[in-house]
T-cell receptor
């Protein structure tokens, strides 16, 4: 089966500009996650969707970050305006509904953002 | 708050030597713990979960509730084990919380 797809792989922008990342999860995976991974740190959850509803967005900086998952499939993560500290890899992951309580998430390759 | 701590950012051992990657956690309740691995130029992927009590690629990890630890071990390291390793726990509705990660390097 095809894995989690993300684009773009790399993005360089200047501070105060905006950027959007796209994620297509594995077919049939109802749960979708966006993680932020800053260099040298572990992934930090930004937002979790169950179908098209938000389960957890407690660590999403809502003044500049937004995410949506229309129709419960693809998702986009937007940053507007970007700050230098937003430089990171943005990871999308999905989880099968049959994998309840197993903690197995399938990750995409990530989108590397550099803010200058 | 639930937290996962990996005290070593870097770990280097020789091929054939034993490996132990440390992980400590703080969690109120019965934790579910996992080890994820990211090989060079590959995606982050699940290595093993404590519930399964399985050995994957020669690695094992035992949950020690008394010491709140979930260390990853392998008796004889191989060069292909070089990677980033992340300890993680499940919190709430399938929210996965990761540690900082340990970069393991196996020297020939």
């Amino acid at each position: 089966e095809a894995g989690v797809a993300q684009s773009p792989r790399y993005k360089i922008i200047e501070k105060r500009q905006s950027v959007a990342f796209w994620c297509n999860p594995i077919s049939g995976h109802a749960t979708l996650y966006w993680y932020q991974q800053i260099l040298g740190q572990g992934p930090k959850l930004l937002i979790q969707f169950q179908n098209n509803g938000v389960v957890d967005d407690s660590q999403l900086p809502k003044d500049r970050f937004s995410a949506e998952r229309l129709k419960g499939v693809d998702s986009t993560l937007k940053i507007q305006p970007a700050k230098l500290e937003d430089s990171a890899v943005y990871l999308c992951a999905s989880r099968s509904p049959r994998a309840s309580n197993t903690g197995e998430l399938f990750f995409g390759e990530g989108s590397r953002l550099t803010v200058l | 708050a639930q937290r996962v701590t990996q005290p070593e950012k870097l770990l280097s051992v020789f091929k054939g030597a034993p490996v132990e990657l440390k992980c400590n956690y703080s969690y109120s309740g019965s934790p579910e713990l996992f080890w994820y691995v990211q090989y060079s130029r590959q995606r982050l992927q699940l290595l093993l979960r404590h519930i399964s009590r399985e050995s994957i690629k020669g690695f094992t990890a035992d949950l020690n509730k008394g010491e709140t630890s979930f260390h990853l071990k392998k008796p004889f390291a191989q060069e292909e084990d070089s990677a980033m390793y992340y300890c993680a726990l499940i919190q709430g509705a399938q929210k996965l919380v990761f540690g900082q990660g340990t970069r393991l390097t196996i020297n020939p």
